[in-house]
């Protein structure tokens, strides 16, 4: 079984900055391919950024291209999300996947374990 925990959420003014992390427990963290998706409230859950296996290959939503960099630490079974001049729009639960290839990685159907989620909210 694989747990998931994130950390890092919270209130932030419009232009600040968060990072968001994600803890992986029990199997080999550098198998899984890592994504972060949002959910705003009355909307569905939409795919924020995804690693592959080291941080060479990284892949993000188009609009958030420049503004959030994800990255992760294979010895500390972590993943991150800076998240940069953020906009009241950015308000989410934010969420940290594994799964087992990037094929389709901006689907949610392709992450097979997700965490509990970590509130951002940003005031304008």
């Known amino acids: 079984q694989v747990h998931l925990v994130e950390s890092g959420g919270g209130l932030v003014q419009a232009g600040g900055s968060l990072r968001l992390s994600c803890i992986v427990s029990?199997?080999?963290?550098?198998?899984?391919?890592m994504g972060w998706f949002r959910q705003a409230p009355g909307k569905e859950r939409a795919f924020v950024a995804a690693?592959?296996?080291?941080?060479?290959?990284?892949y993000y939503a188009d609009s958030l291209k420049g503004r959030f960099t994800i990255s992760r630490d294979n010895a500390k079974n972590t993943v991150y999300l800076q998240m940069n001049n953020l906009k009241p729009e950015d308000t989410a639960v934010y969420y940290c996947?594994?799964?087992?290839?990037?094929?389709?990685?901006?689907?949610?159907?392709?992450?097979?374990?997700w965490g509990q989620g970590t509130q951002v909210t940003v005031s304008s």
């Open positions: 996947a594994a799964g087992q290839t990037l094929s389709r990685y901006e689907t949610s159907s392709a992450y097979n374990y």
């Open positions: 690693v592959g296996r080291s941080s060479g290959n990284t």
């Open positions: 029990g199997r080999t963290f550098s198998m899984y391919v």
